[in-house]
């Protein structure tokens, strides 16, 4: 394969973005790497086709936590999006920023270039949303945002059940503040299409003669020259391939495969490494640690009347729903997983929300593995603390890059985040016990009221629980010398090598990470073309 300056691997929330904006000067050429397919299939673009997609290994990497008691000792599957697009093209479409005292707690641990200021920019700049402009929102950026259009008087209830707890409705729930409030979530559908990263930043961008993009690509490892990146190697549609880049490679593999990317390329833990037969290029023991999950905890209830979605999911209503869908790209197959949301303190002494409610007016059936709604009415809420502070790792085991890594999520490690995940559960049931939402409820039925005390919640997270699909911090960033990158997104004791994915955050941003993903990729493009032009003008 020919070289190009600049060469991105992984086609996700940042890839995209990063191909998209440094190909902006046809002067830069551009190489982005995606280990799937294309993402040409429907049920992609249809939001709630994203339960069949994620069930579909041609389009996902279905990573497996170890055992542990965190999980009830029972593997745990984190999925990752392996397609054009990455998890932006399998993900529930929420939209959430993170609050402004996220980003410059980043900006404390590594430099003011990731402080709010800069990212409450970036969000302006790439974003067209529906609410219009703002100080912090932007009306015509190239991913478009929009508002639930699908209301009913189940959802009406929860948000009225909210104020009557004392949480502010917010048209945005965005907006820049630290005030515990509840409103309809954004998401990232226009008209009734999944808007992933691909769909915003790549199909604008395709036809330019300066980017290139490869899918069926799995690198292996970065190829060096003394300390010095100068390529990869990768499996390109089955066969070896080398690719070559003058300027710099940009690892945007996510949280699970880029540690693992360095780790193959000799940048990790020198013990571990050579036990694998991996030749040492720089030695650095936080490759793959300090990686922080969301612990989430799906509760459930019975109702009273048929105010529920479950029907419009099954027999000839969901052919009806898709029948709309098809026609009209309406109804409830035009919906995100979840739009509503609310955000809020799990103890008094908190100083901003800590946890996060994520509600529908549906109930899932976990007879079926969450792939089917139940046959009765039934809604349902997510929590989980947003913060949490338990970290685990993720390592490779083998040099075949298919292979699977070791997964430690650790969670509930630290008292702290104990304390956060009963707080939200007992403020779930609170909400349940609140005019009028109770007026319509039954019973509660997942967990059930037999995990009543503080013990019995803990272990219905172990037993129940999921992940939130929102792993950062395997390569983490910090301006101290034992973290994976630097500030501008170097790898320490390496030249021509970067990394932007959820990696390199050293701390979860409050909420859903494919917004903050976005927007840090955004300020990353200008960081990297800033060098570009100090590097040219030194020449």
């Not at 360095?262 to 940048?267: A, F, H, P, T, V």
Request: negative net charge; aromatic residues 8%.
């Amino acid at each position: 394969m020919k070289a190009f300056d600049y060469v991105i691997v992984g086609a996700g929330a940042a890839g995209c973005v990063l191909a998209n904006r440094l190909s902006e000067n046809p002067d830069i050429s551009v190489a982005l790497l995606e280990a799937g397919p294309k993402d040409n299939h429907p049920f992609i673009h249809m939001p709630k086709g994203l339960a069949k997609i994620m069930a579909d290994p041609k389009y996902i990497w279905a990573y497996q936590s170890n055992p542990e008691e965190a999980n009830a000792q029972t593997p745990e599957p984190w999925v990752r999006g392996r397609v054009l697009g990455g998890s932006s093209s399998v993900n529930g479409m929420m939209y959430v920023r993170g609050q402004p005292s996220d980003f410059d707690g980043i900006a404390e641990l590594s430099s003011d270039d990731w402080s709010w200021e800069h990212i409450g920019r970036a969000y302006r700049e790439l974003e067209s949303h529906e609410l219009g402009r703002a100080e912090t929102r932007g009306d015509s950026g190239p991913m478009k945002i929009t508002m639930p259009d699908v209301r009913d008087k189940l959802s009406d209830a929860m948000l009225e059940t909210g104020q009557n707890l004392g949480w502010v409705f917010k048209d945005d729930v965005n907006e820049p503040n630290d005030i515990e409030g509840m409103g309809y979530a954004p998401r990232t559908i226009y008209k009734g299409r999944r808007q992933s990263s691909a769909k915003a930043f790549l199909d604008p961008a395709a036809d330019r003669p300066n980017l290139s993009i490869f899918t069926e690509a799995v690198v292996d490892r970065v190829l060096f020259t003394g300390k010095r990146a100068t390529g990869l190697k990768l499996a390109l549609e089955g066969r070896e391939e080398t690719i070559e880049a003058r300027c710099e490679i940009i690892l945007a593999g996510g949280a699970l495969a880029s540690p693992g990317i360095l780790e193959r390329s000799g940048i990790g833990d020198p013990h571990r490494l050579a036990e694998l037969g991996v030749d040492i290029v720089h030695p650095n023991l936080g490759v793959g640690e300090h990686l922080l999950e969301h612990r989430g905890l799906i509760i459930q209830w019975k109702l009273n009347r048929d105010l529920s979605q479950n029907k419009n999911f099954s027999g000839w209503r969901l052919l009806k729903s898709t029948l709309d869908y098809y026609t009209r790209k309406t109804g409830p197959m035009s919906a995100a997983a979840y739009e509503l949301g609310a955000w809020f303190k799990t103890s008094p002494g908190q100083n901003r929300p800590d946890a996060q409610f994520l509600l529908a007016p549906f109930s899932f059936d976990f007879e079926k593995n969450r792939q089917d709604v139940e046959r009765f009415p039934g809604m349902h809420l997510v929590t989980y603390p947003l913060r949490p502070t338990s970290r685990g790792h993720v390592h490779i085991t083998s040099l075949d890059p298919e292979a699977p890594p070791e997964l430690v999520t650790n969670y509930r490690d630290t008292e702290r985040d104990r304390a956060a995940m009963i707080g939200a559960v007992k403020m779930a049931r609170k909400f349940a016990d609140q005019p009028p939402i109770s007026e319509y409820i039954e019973c509660e039925t997942m967990p059930g009221p037999d995990y009543n005390t503080d013990e019995k919640i803990l272990e219905a997270y172990d037993k129940f629980g999921t992940c939130g699909y929102h792993a950062v911090g395997s390569c983490r960033m910090g301006k101290d010398e034992a973290s994976v990158v630097d500030p501008k997104l170097k790898v320490r004791g390496v030249v021509g090598l970067r990394v932007m994915d959820t990696s390199i955050m050293p701390a979860i941003p409050s909420g859903n990470t494919n917004g903050p993903t976005m927007a840090m990729a955004w300020r990353a493009a200008e960081l990297i073309l800033q060098d570009a032009k100090t590097t040219e003008l030194a020449k």
